[in-house]
C-alpha cells in the first residue's frame, strides 16, 4: 500500500510539471503574420506545425485548433498537414477604420497536453479608396483689403486608406492670386490651406472659380476634387479673434447630454453688424457633429449625446467665429474623455472538461479568459473561486486562467461541485461578474464490497428437503453504477474433507443460501464456510 502511494506522488509529480511547462509558453513574444486587404481565395498564413515546431501527425493527435478573438477570423487549421488558411476576403477599413497597425490577434490551442500560442495577424493596406470631398462645392468671402500671405484654412478631403495611401497633398488650379499649402493637424490629418499671393481687387475682378485637388500617396495614386468659389467682397477688414487658439477640457464619460464642456470666446474690433459674432463648428466630421452642439450667440459647446471613452477617448474640435461681413475666425477645442468605471468584466471559457474521474492527480477543468472594456484601475481585474473547494486557479498569461484540482478527488464523498467564478475590477464603484460551473466526478472502482455482518450462524433442521433455502448474506459497495454490482460465491472450505460443494449452493445475485441434499445429525451436526 506504501508503495502504492508512492507511486501515485511521483506521477503526480511528473504530471503537474509537464502541466506547468505547457503553460508557460504562453507567456512567450506573439508569433507575428500579414495579410494583403481584399486577397481574394484561400490565403495561406503559414504552417502552423512548422513554426510550432511539431511533428506533422502531432498537431492531430494533440486535438490542435485555432480561436479567434472576438470570432473575427474565418481561420481553418489543417490538423493533417499543419496549414493555416483564411478563407474570407478582408477589408482593413471596415476592420480597424483608422487604427494603424491593423492587427487581429488568434491563438493556436493544443488540448493535449495542453498548450497555447498568442498570434497576430497584420492587415495591409492598398490604395481602394480615393480622397473625397463631403461639400460638391467650397464657398469662401474674402475682403479685397486683404494683405498677401493671408491664410485661409479649407476643409480637408476625407480618404479611408491609411498611410502612404491616405492623403498627401493638396493643388490648386493656376490662377494670378492663390496658391495652396498642405498642412498637417495633430492627429495626423492633413488639410489645404490656401495662401493669397496677390492682392485681390474687387473692381476688376469680382470673384473666382478654383479647382482644389486632394492627392493620397498610393501607387498608382488616386485624387479627388471640388470646386473652389471665391467672392471678393469690400472692406471689412478685421477678423474675430479668439482669446485662446487652443482649449483643452477634461469630460467624464457620464456626463449627461446638455453638459457645458467649455465657452469659447472671440472679439472682432469692427463696429456696427460688421462686429457681431456668430459661433459654429468648422471642419466637422459626422461623429462631431453629433456628439457636440454650439450656442452661435454664447459660444457654449455643450453635449448633444453620452460620451464613451471605450469608443473614442478624446475629440478635436474646430471652432470658427464669423463676423456679419466675410470674416472669420478659428481655434481648437481638445476634448478629453475621461474614463468611469461603466464596464463589467466579462468571463470567455475556451475549453471545459466534466465529468473528472475520482483519484485522477491534478487536473485541469476549464481554460476562460477574462476581459474589461475600461481602463487603468477600472479595467484591471482579480479572480478568484470559493475557499472551500479542492481547486486552484493559476495565471501564467495576464488576463488568461487555468481552472484545475489541487488533490484528487473522491466521489464517494462528493460527486458534484458548484464553482463559482468571481472576476472583480479595481474600480470605483467596483464591478464584478460571476459564472457558475458544474464539475461532475465520475466513478472508480476503488471500493470493495462490505458485509453487514463479518459472521453468520444458521440452523437447519436435519432430515430437510433438498434444495431447502437456509438463509442469506448480505453485502453492499458504495461505488455507482456496475462498480457497486455485488456478485456471491463459495470460497473453497478450509477443511479439505468437507464436501462444500455438494451440501450448498449461494445465488451468486443476491446471496441466497440453499441446501443441496438432506443432512443427517448424526452423521454432520455442524460445519463452517466461507462466502
Request: hydrophobic share 35%; net charge negative.
Amino acid at each position: 500500500m506504501e508503495d502504492s502511494r508512492k507511486l501515485l506522488c511521483r506521477q503526480r509529480q511528473v504530471i503537474l510539471s509537464f502541466l506547468l511547462l505547457g503553460l508557460s509558453l504562453v507567456g512567450a513574444e506573439p508569433r507575428r503574420y500579414s495579410v494583403v486587404e481584399e486577397t481574394v481565395g484561400s490565403f495561406f498564413v503559414t504552417n502552423l506545425a512548422t513554426d510550432l515546431g511539431l511533428g506533422q501527425k502531432e498537431l492531430s493527435r494533440r486535438g490542435a485548433r485555432v480561436i479567434s478573438t472576438g470570432n473575427k477570423l474565418r481561420l481553418h487549421l489543417d490538423v493533417e498537414t499543419g496549414d493555416l488558411m483564411l478563407n474570407e476576403k478582408l477589408d482593413r477599413e471596415a476592420l480597424c477604420s483608422d487604427t494603424e497597425p491593423c492587427v487581429l490577434r488568434f491563438q493556436a490551442l493544443l488540448e493535449n497536453p495542453l498548450e497555447f500560442f498568442q498570434a497576430e495577424l497584420q492587415v495591409i493596406d492598398i490604395n481602394d479608396h480615393a480622397p473625397v470631398f463631403t461639400d460638391k462645392e467650397i464657398l469662401l468671402k474674402i475682403s479685397e483689403s486683404s494683405p498677401p500671405g493671408t491664410t485661409f484654412p479649407l476643409k480637408n478631403a476625407q480618404d479611408m486608406d491609411i498611410g502612404r495611401n491616405n492623403i498627401e497633398n493638396y493643388v490648386i488650379s493656376s490662377n494670378a492670386h492663390f496658391r495652396v499649402l498642405t498642412r498637417k493637424r495633430s492627429d495626423g490629418r492633413k488639410y489645404p490651406e490656401l495662401v493669397l499671393d496677390k492682392a485681390l481687387d474687387r473692381e476688376e475682378e469680382p470673384g473666382l472659380m478654383l479647382i482644389l485637388t486632394a492627392q493620397d500617396g498610393g501607387s498608382p495614386p488616386r485624387s479627388g476634387t471640388v470646386q473652389v468659389h471665391i467672392e471678393v467682397v469690400d472692406t471689412n477688414d478685421n477678423a474675430p479673434e479668439f482669446e485662446q487658439s487652443l482649449y483643452q477640457v477634461q469630460v467624464p464619460e457620464d456626463s449627461p447630454m446638455g453638459f457645458l464642456i467649455v465657452r469659447v470666446s472671440a472679439t472682432d474690433i469692427d463696429i456696427g453688424a460688421n462686429g457681431e459674432i456668430s459661433y459654429s463648428l468648422f471642419q466637422v466630421s459626422e461623429e462631431i457633429s453629433k456628439t457636440f452642439e454650439v450656442n452661435p450667440m454664447t459660444g457654449e459647446i455643450r453635449l448633444k449625446k453620452q460620451l464613451d471613452f471605450e469608443t473614442i477617448q478624446s475629440y478635436e474640435v474646430n471652432m470658427e467665429a464669423r463676423d456679419a461681413g466675410s470674416f472669420s475666425g478659428k481655434c481648437t477645442v481638445l476634448v478629453q474623455v475621461m474614463d468611469v468605471n461603466d464596464n463589467a468584466p466579462e468571463i470567455s471559457i475556451s475549453a471545459f472538461t466534466s465529468p473528472i474521474p475520482e483519484n485522477s492527480p491534478e487536473t485541469v477543468v476549464a481554460v476562460f479568459s477574462v476581459s474589461d472594456l475600461d481602463s487603468d484601475e477600472n479595467g484591471k481585474l482579480g479572480c478568484s473561486i470559493q475557499d472551500d473547494l479542492p481547486f486552484l486557479l493559476n495565471s501564467s498569461v495576464e488576463n488568461i486562467y487555468t481552472l484545475g484540482t489541487d488533490r484528487p478527488l473522491d466521489r464517494e464523498s462528493r460527486s458534484e461541485y458548484n464553482v463559482t467564478i468571481t472576476v472583480t475590477d479595481l474600480g470605483t464603484p467596483r464591478l464584478k461578474t460571476q459564472l457558475s460551473v458544474t464539475v461532475l466526478v465520475s466513478d472508480v472502482n476503488d471500493n470493495t464490497p462490505t458485509f453487514f455482518q463479518s459472521s453468520y450462524t444458521l440452523f437447519v433442521r436435519e432430515n430437510n428437503s433438498p434444495a431447502l433455502h437456509i438463509g442469506s448474506v448480505n453485502a453492499t459497495d458504495r461505488d455507482s453504477g456496475t462498480n457497486a454490482q455485488v456478485t456471491y460465491s463459495l470460497l473453497p472450505p478450509q477443511d479439505p474433507h468437507l464436501p462444500l460443494a455438494s451440501l450448498v449452493s449461494i445465488n451468486a445475485d443476491n446471496g441466497h443460501l440453499f441446501a443441496l441434499r438432506s443432512l443427517d445429525y448424526e452423521a454432520l451436526r455442524a460445519f463452517e464456510f466461507r462466502v
